[in-house]
């Protein structure tokens, strides 16, 4: 299958694990369910990480949390890539 | 549209809104229009945290400022929910070659 | 279908992108959910002291802006001791660059 064009990497991985970059600092991982042409994306068994700095030395921490299933709206996606070899 | 329909079918089901200023609402969607705004009945939000949503059931959410929307997956039937997906795209394709 | 019709006439608490909060008569609004509140009043919450309550007797709040509407239940309402509550401000809901 070819990329014809940007969204078509999406319909390729449906049902398939993939990576996503958010806004805010965060990255998800899960299995994609749904897509749209504004990259709103559903997926479930995601893992979420959000990455913060420390008030006091700026160390870069991070947190994660599960979702089993979740709606992520598409103007926070910032890229998508296949999850395989995550 | 495909998630304007998604929404529609929840319609009366508990759902958990993620705002981007990080305020979590549980609520029971009370309707959904095209832009993803909700509307939500009977909210539970931490008012300890945010007393701005004191004395609030139904709210109304305006779909630019939502992050996620946490779903319950006995509600959800993903394996139409990829084909529709799939359907969309080839739909939406086929208004390019059509010159739309 | 679109949602603050129902809310009409009502006092509703309207919370905006910057974190504030406006509670007020929801007067009229337009197709971008510009809105008008009248007898309006703007809370702020802050840690260090109890809440404020500002009058601003009538405002126009724009659309882009509004991060929910949500409907009062007076009773709630009345119930609430504002003089008692310490809070933080609320986030935006924009991108911002500030870590926390």
Do not use: W
């Amino acid at each position: 299958m070819t990329v014809a064009e940007p969204l078509d990497l999406l319909k390729q991985n449906l049902d398939e694990k993939i990576f996503v970059k958010l806004s805010g600092y965060r990255e998800m991982v899960g299995k994609l369910h749904g897509y749209d042409s504004h990259c709103n994306i559903v997926l479930g068994d995601a893992v979420e990480t959000i990455y913060s700095l420390t008030e006091e030395e700026g160390k870069l921490t991070s947190e994660q949390k599960n979702h089993t299933l979740v709606f992520i709206r598409g103007d926070s996606v910032i890229l998508v890539t296949d999850g395989e070899n995550l | 549209m495909l998630f304007f329909s998604f929404f529609k079918t929840l319609v009366d089901q508990e759902i958990t809104v993620e705002l981007k200023n990080d305020i979590q609402i549980v609520g029971t969607l009370l309707s959904v229009d095209q832009y993803l705004n909700l509307k939500l009945d009977n909210i539970q939000v931490d008012t300890e945290k945010y007393p701005q949503f004191l004395a609030l059931k139904s709210i109304f959410l305006r779909g630019t400022n939502i992050r996620y929307i946490h779903l319950n997956p006995s509600t959800v039937d993903t394996n139409l929910l990829q084909d529709a997906s799939r359907r969309e795209a080839m739909a939406s394709a086929g208004e390019k070659i059509a010159g739309r | 279908m679109s949602g603050l019709k129902e809310y009409l006439g009502d006092r509703v608490k309207v919370l905006t992108s910057d974190g504030r909060l406006f509670i007020g008569l929801l007067e009229g609004y337009d197709q971008n959910m510009n809105i008008v509140l009248t007898k309006s009043e703007e809370l702020i919450f802050s840690m260090d002291k109890p809440t404020i309550r500002k009058n601003t007797s009538g405002i126009l709040i724009r659309g882009d802006d509004i991060v929910s509407v949500g409907m009062i239940d007076e009773d709630l309402e009345k119930s609430v001791e504002y003089n008692k509550i310490f809070a933080t401000n609320l986030k935006t809901t924009k991108r911002s660059f500030k870590i926390k």
